[in-house]
């Protein structure tokens, strides 16, 4: 991405509340971003309802018994993600 698009991104997402921007202490030529509470927010939000849709769907469409062996899978899973 190119520098003049960057900014433009990043201008907008200034003006929606999302971003805000810091003088860096050591470099005051540079901008640090970080995110502000509506955003944190916001993200939060769409992760809880991704899990409610996710939690909702494997009740719906998965027997108890393929349920059990998502769990199984899922602890293996861990196993692989923890070594």
Excluded: F, N
Aim: glycine letters at 4%.
């Amino acid at each position: 991405m190119r520098p003049q698009s960057m900014s433009a991104v990043v201008t907008s997402l200034q003006e929606t509340g999302l971003v805000r921007g810091a003088p860096d202490p050591s470099d005051r030529r540079q901008v640090l971003m970080s995110l502000t509470p509506k955003c944190l927010k916001w993200i939060e939000e769409g992760r809880a309802a991704r899990q409610d849709w996710l939690t909702a769907t494997i009740a719906q469409k998965l027997s108890a018994y393929e349920q059990e062996r998502l769990q199984a899978a899922l602890a293996l899973l861990a196993r692989l993600v923890d070594e």
